[in-house]
Each structure stands twice: as structure tokens, then as C-alpha cells.
């Protein structure tokens, strides 16, 4: 994906959070697919990021998950099998 759009400064990790958090590198940007935001992953997701860091969560139906951290809604998108929303929260929020 990264090829396709033409990104040459980007740094991909494959990985689950709980085997990532333990690492104290920086990230500008996390994305979380199919997960919900729960207490536990806060303090990890933090840690990863940069000042100023964000995560895009991509989701299907339900987003109440993400109500105490201030979410800003990028994208959401209605098809036949169901809806599908991008989620942004700061890494501010996560404090």
C-alpha cells in the first residue's frame, strides 16, 4: 500500500499491540483494525506515539468505545454488508 501511494518515508509494523507496546519507539500514526478500544490498550498506545500522534481506528458497526476519548469521524461508508467508519483520536485524548 505503501508503494501504491507513493510513501517512501513510512516505517510499517505488523503487529499486535500487546507484542509492540514494550518498545519505545515513536509513532506519528497507529492504525488499529477491528478493535475495540479498551482500557488496557490506552496507556500502550500512548506510549507509542508522538507528541501530536494519532490513531485511526477502522471500524464496522459499533463506535461507543471511543466516546471518552474524543473522537473526530474521517470517513464512514454505507454498503450492502454493512457500515464501515475511520475513527481518529489524539494521542492528547489518551492521557
Request: charged share 30%; net charge positive.
Amino acid at each position: 500500500m505503501t508503494a501504491e501511494l507513493g510513501l517512501d518515508k513510512v516505517h510499517v509494523v505488523n503487529a499486535r499491540l500487546e507484542d509492540h507496546a514494550t518498545q519505545g519507539i515513536g509513532y506519528d500514526l497507529i492504525l488499529c483494525r477491528a478493535v475495540k478500544m479498551e482500557e488496557r490498550y490506552r496507556y500502550p498506545l500512548y506510549r507509542l506515539l508522538n507528541d501530536g500522534g494519532k490513531v485511526v481506528f477502522f471500524k464496522a458497526i459499533q463506535s461507543s468505545d471511543l466516546d471518552d476519548y474524543q473522537p473526530k469521524l474521517l470517513l464512514k461508508e454505507q454498503h450492502p454488508w454493512g457500515s464501515r467508519s475511520l475513527w481518529e483520536v489524539s494521542r492528547k485524548a489518551l492521557a
